[in-house]
């Protein structure tokens, strides 16, 4: 439970969206959880309680409110920002690590026993790992009951369920609903084809056009594609491969939650937690654009960019090995180079989609790094040292030397990494950016963002030294400065 009552129940009076997903308000009175911006009138503070998540508040007893739907928000960015052990274990429980694998697996992941894990989830986070599961079930199970027609034992199974019963039992405990009731007068169900259309809850300012500019540009032919206002990408998921297909636009409304339109196509729907999450974090769903905006707009050097434009996100990934791979094929080309090359590997040596999920240009998914370890480097498109250095990360990863899911500590894998041959700082610094998702990651010695610094009329001798006052978002600042050289204009 949160103990600085005063500062929560201030934000719940000014029914401020900036706290949506940072806490949730019980009412003991009438047994129900809300959003701070609830709309409903605001209960007596002696009346209220605050919880870190919505598994802690169901876990005490109290109940979803139907009006503002707490558990739709965007979880809270502190979860991003963490790098210990509860922000960890959110994001691997956020994926579908325990319905896959269990509380030992989570455990086993982040080097714990089960039950010291147990212990620090529930003084950090109010609720215990199955509690935590449970919740992230019955959340994805009511997205898919009120805006699909798949079946009831089709949104069980999606969601994590083990069984129809347990689907049943937790639904009505969440919601006070049934799963006839949330679904309401609608088209009756059908039979599920694979395919399934949800909307993704981000926090504005979001710029959804700069981040379809961004991975548009890096786009490597047959994985991914992207057009005027969308972009679609190949999935490797748990249990099978899938796609999906982004509309991407702004939405720069200050503190509200913005839904971005998601169409997946699985090839089995219990990897439906695992992609939605993925895509999430490619978004940076869960940013606080607010607290870096509130950071870095009266910067000096970056300042007047921020304010043109708020809410810029640090395009995360679906796949921590893949994007390792196009970090080392990045090293020292252009990105047009980085993305042709990726674009040989992905044909010659990536696994062809199902006929079914060949849409929007999308033909195969990414090689794995099992895959690419076996390559002799020689016969790699690029030079030998760089083609040695891919074919041993590859090995790493493939023999679990390396993790790059988002359990990793980040600092651990940074030094596992740059004691790898070939892989530098850089490169390093790179993965943790885009697959770990660090805020906190600068390039002083890239060349873009040296070409930004000199024409923002800057030294770029001193660029480590500079981004020191961008902590804790130097990432955030970093992609301001990638920008720039394509938007000049928005530096003035």
Request: glycine residues 8%; aromatic residues 6%; neutral net charge.
């Amino acid at each position: 439970m949160f103990t600085d009552t005063e500062a929560c129940y201030r934000a719940v009076k000014s029914k401020d969206r900036r706290f949506d997903g940072v806490f949730y308000t019980a009412v003991h009175t009438t047994g129900i959880y809300c959003r701070p911006s609830c709309p409903a009138r605001t209960p007596a503070s002696k009346n209220v309680s605050f919880f870190p998540t919505a598994a802690a508040a169901q876990s005490a007893g109290f109940r979803a409110c139907k009006r503002c739907l707490p558990d739709a928000t965007p979880g809270s960015p502190d979860w991003d920002v963490a790098a210990d052990v509860a922000g960890r274990a959110m994001r691997l429980i956020a994926d579908g690590v325990v319905d896959r694998d269990g509380v030992e697996g989570l455990a086993t992941r982040l080097g714990y026993t089960s039950r010291h894990l147990g212990r620090v989830l529930g003084s950090e986070l109010g609720a215990g790992p199955l509690a935590l599961a449970r919740a992230r079930r019955a959340q994805t199970a009511r997205i898919l009951i009120e805006t699909t027609t798949m079946t009831f034992a089709d949104v069980a199974f999606a969601a994590g369920f083990a069984s129809i019963r347990q689907f049943n039992d937790t639904i009505r405990e969440v919601y006070a609903s049934s799963p006839t009731v949330l679904r309401g007068r609608r088209t009756q169900a059908g039979p599920t084809t694979g395919q399934l259309t949800m909307r993704l809850a981000v926090r504005t300012p979001f710029a959804g056009a700069a981040l379809l500019e961004f991975l548009g540009v890096r786009a490597v032919a047959g994985v991914e594609s992207a057009g005027d206002g969308w972009y679609a990408r190949a999935l490797s998921l748990p249990h099978g491969p899938g796609t999906v297909r982004l509309e991407l636009a702004d939405a720069l409304d200050e503190g509200s939650i913005a839904l971005v339109p998601a169409t997946f196509r699985l090839t089995d729907l219990r990897d439906t937690s695992a992609a939605v999450e993925r895509v999430r974090r490619m978004l940076d769903a869960d940013c606080d654009p607010i607290a870096v905006t509130d950071q870095l707009a009266d910067d000096p050097l970056i300042g007047a960019q921020v304010r043109a434009l708020p809410g810029l996100r640090v395009p995360g990934h679906v796949d921590g090995e893949e994007i390792a791979v196009r970090a080392v094929l990045g090293q020292q080309v252009s990105v047009a180079g980085a993305r042709t090359v990726a674009g040989r590997l992905a044909a010659a040596h990536g696994a062809p989609l199902p006929p079914e999920l060949m849409v929007d240009g999308l033909t195969t998914t990414f090689p794995t790094s099992g895959a690419l370890a076996t390559i002799d480097p020689d016969d790699l498109p690029m030079p030998r040292a760089r083609g040695r250095a891919l074919t041993v990360l590859c090995r790493a990863l493939a023999d679990g030397d390396v993790s790059l899911d988002r359990g990793a500590a980040r600092d651990d894998v940074r030094r596992e990494l740059v004691a790898l041959p070939g892989i530098g700082p850089w490169t390093a610094d790179y993965i943790a950016m885009r697959a770990l998702g660090d805020p906190d990651v600068f390039l002083p010695t890239d060349v873009a963002v040296r070409n930004a610094l000199t024409a923002a009329g800057a030294d770029q001798k001193n660029a480590a030294a500079l981004a020191e006052s961008w902590r804790p978002w130097r990432s955030y600042a970093l992609m301001y400065l990638l920008r720039s050289l394509a938007r000049p204009e928005e530096m003035n």
